[in-house]
């Protein structure tokens, strides 16, 4: 089945730096990518998802690539602030078919200092 | 409108106790799904219905753990004879239709401790 690491665990950026957060995935029919925004007690948000068919979205300071090849995709986030303080877990949906889970990553945690 | 609701928010069982967790899906979403999140950890899938039907319980820890959706809405999720390692919270997401990439929208998770 498909696994997705991701890394690094932690994250501590200055409050308008750059932040980039990479996993990659073993199942090559996997073919959906998004990525949540969990704040603490509180329940994951999707913040941008990219599908297979495309190598990068972008949605105002947040973009996400995706190297089909390598089997890897990165989300970058610029331009921080400290509400973008957070963990943020990629997630690939297993196999193509109708229904199947998405399986995620560890998580990322996110600290961002004014 | 009304996002994916779960109850109780909190739950505090005695090992041995049979808990039921309950997930109310946003209106008219095809596909309801099932994770167990446990602390530092990502969401690790337990179970997926379209409409009324389980379609994937791969991810069911042991035969203690069972999901309904009867009429293909609120889904309840059900664990017998509670193990402290059960404690975790569960989140409940839906999607709109019965396509695999389609958002997947979450509840705010039950947290269940089981002491």
């Known amino acids: 089945g498909e696994n997705v690491e991701q890394h690094p665990s932690t994250l501590s950026v200055q409050e308008g730096d750059s932040a980039v957060i990479k996993c990659t995935y073993s199942?090559?029919?996997?073919?959906?990518f998004p990525w949540y925004k969990q704040e603490l007690g509180k329940r994951p948000q999707l913040i941008i998802d990219?599908?297979?068919?495309?190598g990068e979205k972008k949605d105002q300071r947040i973009a996400v690539t995706l190297n089909k090849t390598a089997k890897h995709f990165s989300l970058h986030i610029t331009e921080t602030q400290p509400e973008d303080s957070a963990v943020y877990f990629c997630?690939?949906?297993?196999?193509?078919?109708?229904?199947?889970?998405?399986?995620f990553g560890k998580g990322t945690t996110l600290s961002v200092s004014s | 409108g009304a996002g994916v609701s779960q109850s109780p928010r909190y739950k505090v069982a005695k090992r041995g106790q049979d808990v039921a967790l309950r997930c109310d899906p946003i209106?008219?979403?095809?596909?309801l799904f099932w994770y167990q999140q446990a602390l530092g950890q990502g969401p690790e899938f337990l179970t997926y219905?379209?409409?009324?039907?389980?379609?994937?319980k791969s991810g069911l820890p042991s035969d203690r753990f069972f999901a309904e959706r009867p009429e293909g809405s609120v889904s309840t999720l059900k664990i017998q004879r509670t193990q402290q390692e059960d404690s975790a919270v569960y989140l409940c997401?839906?999607?709109?239709?019965?396509?695999?990439?389609?958002?997947?929208?979450f509840g705010p998770g039950t947290r269940l401790t089981v002491l």
């Open positions: 199942d090559s029919a996997s073919n959906y």
């Open positions: 209106s008219g979403h095809v596909s």
């Open positions: 990219i599908r297979s068919n495309v």
């Open positions: 219905f379209q409409n009324e039907a389980q379609l994937d």
């Open positions: 997401a839906s999607s709109a239709r019965g396509l695999a990439d389609n958002e997947q929208f």
């Open positions: 997630a690939a949906r297993e196999g193509n078919q109708a229904g199947t889970a998405l399986i």
